[in-house]
C-alpha cells in the first residue's frame, strides 16, 4: 500500500518541484503562450469582421444590383413605350404622306384628263369642221353650178355682213 500512501518528503519535494516548473512555466513560458492566445483572439476577432464587412458590402451589392437592375427595366420600358409612340408617329407620318402623295397624283391625273379632254375636244372639232367643210363645199359645189344661185349666195352673205357689224 504504499504506493497509494507516499511519505511527506516525496510530497514536499514533489510540491516544491512543481513550483519551480509552474514559476518557470509562468515566467517565460506563460507570456508566450497568452501572446499566441491573444494573437490568435485578434486574428479570429479580423477574420470575424472581415466577414461582417464583407457580408455587408455583399448585401450592398446585392441592394445595387438590384436597383439598377430595377432602373434597367424601368429603361427598358420607357424605350419600348418611346419606340411604340415613334412607330405609332411613323406610320402616321407615312400615311399622311401617302395621302397626300395620292392626292397630288389624283390633281395631277385630273388635269391630265382635262387637258386630254380639251385636246379630243379640239380635235373633234377639228375634224367635224374639216367634215362639214367638205359637206359644205360638195353641196355649194352642187347648188353653185349655175349664175343666179352664186350671185344670191353672195348677196345674202354681204346682208349677213353688214348686219353683224
Known amino acids: 500500500m504504499e504506493l497509494f500512501t507516499p511519505e511527506s518528503g516525496l510530497i514536499i519535494w514533489m510540491f516544491v518541484a512543481f513550483a519551480i516548473l509552474f514559476l518557470i512555466l509562468w515566467k517565460f513560458a506563460?507570456?508566450?503562450?497568452?501572446?499566441g492566445i491573444d494573437g490568435r483572439a485578434d486574428f479570429i476577432d479580423k477574420g470575424v469582421e472581415?466577414?461582417?464587412?464583407?457580408?455587408?458590402?455583399?448585401?450592398?451589392?446585392?441592394?445595387?444590383?438590384?436597383?439598377?437592375?430595377?432602373?434597367?427595366?424601368?429603361q427598358q420600358a420607357d424605350m419600348?413605350?418611346?419606340?411604340d409612340r415613334m412607330?405609332?408617329?411613323?406610320?402616321e407620318e407615312a400615311r399622311?404622306?401617302?395621302?397626300?402623295?395620292a392626292n397630288k397624283v389624283m390633281e395631277q391625273a385630273k388635269v391630265s384628263i382635262a387637258q386630254a379632254?380639251?385636246?379630243?375636244?379640239?380635235?373633234?372639232?377639228a375634224?367635224?369642221?374639216?367634215i362639214a367643210l367638205d359637206i359644205a363645199t360638195k353641196?355649194?359645189?352642187?347648188?353653185?353650178?349655175?349664175?343666179k344661185a352664186q350671185a344670191k349666195l353672195v348677196d345674202t352673205l354681204m346682208d349677213e355682213m353688214a348686219n353683224n357689224n
Do not use: C, F, T
Not at 80 to 83: G, I, Q, T, V, Y
Open 87 to 91: 412607330k405609332s408617329e411613323i406610320v
Open 50 to 74: 472581415y466577414a461582417q464587412n464583407a457580408k455587408e458590402q455583399l448585401d450592398g451589392a446585392r441592394k445595387e444590383a438590384d436597383e439598377i437592375l430595377a432602373q434597367a427595366r424601368r
Open 117 to 125: 379632254r380639251k385636246e379630243a375636244e379640239q380635235s373633234l372639232k
Open 30 to 35: 506563460w507570456p508566450s503562450i497568452m501572446k
Open 139 to 147: 353641196v355649194v359645189k352642187n347648188q353653185l353650178q349655175d349664175q
Open 80 to 83: 419600348l413605350r418611346e419606340a
Open 96 to 101: 399622311s404622306a401617302a395621302q397626300i402623295e
Open 127 to 130: 375634224e367635224v369642221g374639216s
